[in-house]
């Protein structure tokens, strides 16, 4: 391989991130030769002649002062509109992003699809298509940077993070890990496959079959019992669970909270920390009896429950199944 100054552009932002960077680094680059032109033909031009040579006073310039002050001022409010543009839209995954899980530890990545599919430091995806990544850690903080993506974003344990990028060239893209986490971090990578649907299509379908991320859900929602509380019908000590994701819930506290992923794993391992409204803290923790890719197993099924039978009104809810 040979060496190379800039990663590929291989998504769908990272052409503006790079005009982005090229804009910054020639302003930067423009004011320092300014500057540095400026203090090198002053000191030539205005150097002391003679011992008991006395400058000339000089006194305030209004126009200098006001020219100064308002090109810097356009000039970074270009940047901060320009960046924050950027930041918004990388910020905010499509309704249609493909769902990818991901848990980081000590000294590897762990992938998995919603199909079932696991990965470990590898991980393929269609050209052309927004995939969202929902990433935690099971140890450290870690950080998930694909440079030819121009994506970035920290996996922190204890909460889930979000990224997503649209790949527009089929290719191997390496993955690193971005923050130093221990001994092994420099080793810590992969490899992104970015292939075409159908390449994608025949790589889904040969895998182990095995079963999706919500039936695997559906299993440890059974092992664990969580039915005897959480009752379909709604008459159990639990909320029912059906319809459920995406919604707003209403809280004991009088707030509302959104149940997205965060909601529900914060629900499963520290069940005290937000009481629905009309239920008592009766739920104990699952810390340490579930893992991290149990719980998003348990989320992944959660999402797939459609709104309970007669319930009568979707307003709200999230697509149910990716089945
Ligand atoms: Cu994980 Cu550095």
Redesign the pocket.
């Known amino acids: 391989m040979s060496f190379q100054l800039f990663p590929v552009e291989a998504s769908s932002i990272s052409g503006e991130v790079d005009q982005l960077l090229f804009f910054l680094v020639a302003v930067a680059a423009f004011f320092t030769i300014v500057i540095f032109g400026a203090i090198f033909y002053f000191a030539i031009r205005y150097r002391r002649r003679s011992d008991n040579e006395l400058p000339a006073a000089v006194h305030g310039s209004i126009p200098l002062e006001i020219v100064w002050t308002v090109i810097p001022f356009g000039l970074t409010m270009v940047m901060f509109t320009w960046g924050a543009s950027i930041f918004f839209r990388e910020r905010r995954p499509p309704d249609n992003a493909l769902p990818i899980y991901v848990v ?1 530890k ?2 590897m990545w762990k992938l998995q699809h919603v199909e079932g599919q696991r990965e470990i430091n590898e991980l393929h995806i269609p050209v052309g298509r927004p995939v969202k990544l929902t990433m935690t850690s099971e140890d450290v903080i ?2 998930f940077f694909v440079p030819a993506f121009r994506t970035k974003q920290d996996v922190v344990p204890g909460r889930y993070t979000t990224t997503w990028f649209e790949a527009t060239k089929p290719g191997k893209y390496h993955l690193f ?6 001994a092994n ?1 420099s080793g ?1 990578g992969g490899w992104i496959y970015v292939m075409e649907p159908q390449d994608y299509q025949t790589w889904l379908s040969g895998g182990t079959p095995g079963a999706t991320l919500a039936e695997n859900g559906e299993k440890l929602f059974e092992n664990l019992a969580c039915a005897n509380c959480h009752k379909a019908d709604g008459s159990g000590r639990c909320p029912a669970l059906g319809g459920l994701f995406g919604k707003d819930v209403k809280l004991a506290d009088g707030s509302t909270v959104k149940a997205d992923e965060g909601y529900i794993r914060e629900s499963i391992l520290r069940p005290a920390a937000k009481i629905v409204a009309g239920y008592q803290p009766v739920m104990p923790t699952f810390q340490g009896l579930v893992t991290e890719e149990g719980v998003l197993q348990l989320v992944e099924y959660i999402k797939s429950l459609g709104p309970t039978l007669g319930a009568g009104q979707a307003e709200g809810l999230a697509v149910p199944g990716n089945k």
């Open positions: 980081a000590q000294w870690h950080s890990c971005a923050e130093y986490c221990g971090h810590m």
